[in-house]
């Protein structure tokens, strides 16, 4: 049975916190949990992740953790009535002076003093993702006066973004710095960096991390106008992006978002940067059985198009189906990946190479491809040759066979790739190929007489060092008993 290739990540809330759920939507589909840090004490966080690493042991899963950063959300402050209604053409003020729990009718506070300094007259202030969009008309010390263009009801807390971006809040906070440090503390896998503006966001955050002794991947989220402008030093710096489309869409115009979207997945699988498809993707399920075509055909798109992941937020944080919705989104995963046009990418728009392991890598996808392969066995200490691989797309199935539980749990996110343990020090040549295929049946991935292609490298405990190529037959395999050499 053909297995997803895409994976599926569920953010952790209210929803999950149930050992059988946890085991539930792991058993649906995900690979990958989420932590909110917008949302939920640290206490809260550590007690999640407890309970996802003692389901996984119990059932022998690996599963991946990510942290995900609140960023330096723009909030208006609070309502006395705890909203108002505002209508076209009403006068409007924002006030950085004002207390945050004194708004009204007409006029309400700012977390985020420094907008003034960031906005001239003429600009579109959007709030609460775009439902609200005021006209600014005057600004007079630390108070904006506006005209509401788009009206609606605006309830406390909600957020502002300026039309077009360009605000000059820090991507770092120091709650964002606090949950670093909880991060770390977690042992999480990646870590989500929310507004990100410039490569510079990316390594203050590994930085701090690592200062914290963590050593998660950092997951850069696109969600600000600038960003785009600064992509490629973006990916550059970063392990994977997040497409975060709600606050994206408001910056951009939700108009431009489908378009950006593709460009940025595209961008990202010519590198070894992974990307991640979020915000939205089944929302009606928060409070529906099922979703719409259009959610469907949303993730669809993101999955033809080559997302690594699709992310589920709200969905299995506070809905009331979160199993249902795994279940839903692993179904058009599967669908959309059976499409011909995904089948066989032969080379990237790149096709020259700068390391050993990853001309290893592209050279067993070339051949998996045009041999009649069932699986890729990748020996891998960090994962790196497994990542150059799920870069190309191929039904055929890539197990990243490795030691390390972290590279176990760091692949979990690897469009196309499996996480499977093997211990191969001391082991010579034959006694790891013997060992890579029995893992491969007690999985039912291959059977008598199947192809199988394994990498792996001829120093242990060397990242990036897969240097060499075997294509093995299932049942074929030379004993090999005079061989001493072990890797």
Same mark, same amino acid.
Request: charged share 25%.
């Given at each position: ?361 592209? &050279? ?17 200490? &960090?994962? &790196? ?103």
């Amino acid at each position: 049975m053909m297995q997803r290739r895409t994976k599926i990540i569920a953010t952790l809330g209210p929803a999950t916190d149930d050992e059988q759920v946890i085991a539930d939507i792991i058993e649906a589909g995900v690979n990958l949990v989420r932590l909110n840090f917008s949302h939920g004490s640290f206490d809260e966080h550590r007690i999640r992740v407890e309970r996802v690493r003692k389901v996984c042991a119990e059932r022998n899963y690996h599963v991946g953790i990510l942290g995900d950063l609140q960023g330096a959300k723009i909030r208006v402050g609070r309502f006395k009535d705890g909203k108002i209604m505002l209508a076209v053409g009403d006068e409007f003020i924002l006030d950085a002076d004002l207390d945050l729990d004194a708004g009204n009718q007409e006029v309400v506070g700012l977390t985020y003093k420094e907008l003034i300094q960031d906005i001239v007259v003429g600009d579109k202030l959007l709030l609460d993702d775009g439902r609200i969009i005021l006209a600014v008309d005057e600004i007079t010390g630390n108070r904006v006066k506006t005209t509401v263009d788009v009206g609606g009801e605006l309830s406390s807390s909600k957020g502002i973004n300026r039309m077009g971006g360009g605000l000059s809040a820090a991507a770092l906070t120091e709650k964002d710095r606090e949950d670093i440090l909880h991060a770390a503390a977690l042992d999480v896998d990646y870590l989500a960096v929310s507004f990100v503006k410039t490569a510079d966001d990316v390594y203050l955050a590994r930085k701090l991390l690592q200062e914290a002794g963590g050593d998660a991947g950092i997951v850069a989220k696109i969600e600000r106008a600038e960003a785009l402008d600064m992509i490629d030093e973006i990916m550059e710096a970063s392990e994977v992006i997040m497409i975060a489309r709600g606050d994206l869409g408001v910056e951009i115009g939700d108009a431009d978002v489908p378009g950006v979207q593709k460009s940025l997945i595209s961008r990202a699988r010519e590198t070894k940067c992974l990307v991640i498809t979020a915000t939205q993707m089944m929302e009606s399920m928060i409070t529906n059985t099922i979703p719409t075509r259009a959610e469907m055909s949303d993730v669809a798109n993101a999955v033809l198009d080559g997302t690594d992941a699709v992310m589920l937020s709200g969905e299995t944080a506070v809905g009331a189906y979160p199993v249902e919705v795994v279940e839903a989104m692993s179904r058009v995963c599967l669908a959309s990946e059976r499409q011909d046009l995904l089948r066989f990418q032969t080379e990237r728009h790149e096709p020259s190479v700068d390391r050993v392991d990853e001309g290893i890598a592209m &050279s067993a996808m070339f051949l998996a491809n045009h041999l009649n392969v069932t699986a890729i066995a990748a020996l891998t200490e &960090s994962g &790196s040759t497994a990542l150059w691989m799920s870069r190309i797309n191929s039904t055929i199935p890539v197990y990243a066979f490795t030691r390390h539980v972290k590279s176990l749990h760091r692949v979990t996110l690897y469009r196309g790739v499996f996480p499977a343990y093997l211990d191969f020090m001391g082991k010579t040549h034959a006694q790891v190929n013997r060992s890579a295929i029995a893992v491969l049946q007690r999985c039912n991935e291959v059977e008598e007489n199947d192809l199988v292609i394994l990498t792996k490298g001829d120093l242990i405990g060397v990242d990036g060092g897969t240097n060499a190529m075997k294509i093995l037959r299932v049942g074929h395999l030379i004993e090999e008993e005079n061989d001493p050499e072990s890797i």
